[in-house]
């Protein structure tokens, strides 16, 4: 088969898109060029790719197995370029990222002028949602997840972990003190979850007389950018995400409270790669910086 490597980056983007005007639109060109293009494809393969219909698009069975294979072909020819190139230039291209919002937001959003000062030449689409995306389907580059990950068709590295730590603002401190032991937070006014009950279970250190504190809060909220806000307020005292919290605790607007009475077990987080793709400089780039600045962001703040 006489194919040409852009034809097939092409289908790629309107399998994806499920669309050839959306395609089109993507590349600046006229719907016809896209039209052309896949039929030099079909041509060439001598099966039909697509099912063209009032509802839109869909693969045939052969277009399927033509995507799969095409896009073996596209990792294995920016492997290729980034081998040839990597050593003599700064990493350079697109990266899409999936990610989920909190990621998103504590991760992501304040690393990326760093990112980009260190490689001016990268371009980030980044997907924040919490649906764990097909990498493959979707052409996700990495994808940066909590929690275990368990696949054997992907490569997984630990770029960092994160816990939750009681914390309080200074101005509610001021008004109600600082508790010095667990027994005395059932005087303070706790702000808990009423989404995920199991974070209103904070587990105790060993040599506390019982295993956890069960909170019902004073106040409670589905939102966590709410209990954030809530607690930054001086409304109460709170169980907080460290990667929310430890950039505040730095500008002095959060203080952690009773850290060696309550255990606050690291949870992983983990770069998710296709196996083909993670020799690429741009994906090595991206998952070095984030470990380094995870790594840097996480530690303790200086009192």
């Known amino acids: 088969m006489q194919l040409h490597l852009d034809d097939i980056a092409l289908f790629a983007r309107i399998a994806e898109?499920?669309?050839?005007?959306?395609?089109?639109?993507e590349r600046n060109v006229p719907v016809s060029q896209v039209t052309r293009s896949l039929a030099r494809l079909e041509a060439a393969a001598k099966v039909r790719?697509?099912?063209?219909?009032t509802h839109g698009l869909?693969?045939?069975?052969?277009?399927?197995t033509f995507l799969n294979y095409g896009r073996q072909l596209l990792a294995t020819k920016d492997e290729l370029a980034g081998?040839?190139?990597?050593?003599?230039?700064?990493?350079?291209?697109?990266?899409?990222?999936?990610?989920?919002?909190?990621?998103a937001e504590c991760v992501l959003a304040p690393s990326l002028c760093g990112l980009y000062q260190r490689y001016p030449q990268l371009h980030m689409d980044i997907n924040a949602d919490d649906r764990m995306a097909d990498m493959a389907?979707?052409?996700?580059?990495?994808?940066?997840r909590s929690g275990s990950v368990h696949s054997d068709t992907l490569v997984a590295r630990q770029i960092g972990s994160h816990g939750r730590t009681l914390y309080a603002a200074p101005a509610y401190l001021s008004?109600?003190?600082?508790?010095?032991?667990?027994?005395?937070?059932?005087?303070?006014?706790?702000?808990?979850?009423?989404?995920?009950?199991?974070?209103?279970r904070w587990t105790m250190a060993e040599g506390q007389g019982k295993k956890e504190l069960q909170v019902k809060g004073h106040t409670r909220t589905d939102n966590s950018?709410?209990?954030?806000?809530?607690?930054?307020?001086?409304v109460g005292i709170a169980r907080i995400n460290d990667l929310f919290a430890l950039p505040l605790v730095r500008q002095g607007r959060l203080?952690?409270?009773?850290?060696?009475?309550?255990?606050?077990?690291?949870?992983?987080?983990?770069?998710?790669?296709?196996?083909?793709?993670?020799?690429?400089?741009?994906?090595?780039?991206?998952?070095?910086?984030?470990?380094q600045w995870l790594a840097q962001m996480t530690q303790a703040p200086t009192r």
Not at 17 to 25: K, P, Q, V
Not at 137 to 144: H, L, N, P, W, Y
Not at 227 to 232: D, F, M, N, R
Request: net charge neutral; hydrophobic share 45%; with cysteine.
């Open 83 to 103: 081998e040839l190139t990597g050593k003599l230039s700064s990493p350079s291209g697109w990266v899409r990222i999936s990610v989920s919002p909190v990621l």
């Open 225 to 234: 950018a709410l209990l954030l806000s809530l607690v930054l307020n001086g």
């Open 255 to 291: 203080v952690p409270l009773l850290q060696d009475q309550f255990v606050s077990p690291a949870i992983p987080i983990y770069a998710v790669m296709l196996q083909e793709r993670q020799r690429l400089p741009k994906i090595r780039a991206c998952i070095d910086y984030w470990a």
């Open 137 to 144: 389907r979707d052409g996700i580059d990495i994808a940066i």
């Open 17 to 25: 898109l499920g669309s050839l005007s959306a395609a089109a639109r």
């Open 49 to 53: 790719l697509l099912h063209r219909s």
């Open 175 to 200: 008004a109600f003190g600082t508790p010095a032991h667990p027994d005395e937070l059932q005087h303070h006014r706790l702000i808990a979850s009423s989404a995920s009950p199991s974070l209103n």
């Open 58 to 64: 869909s693969l045939t069975d052969e277009g399927d």
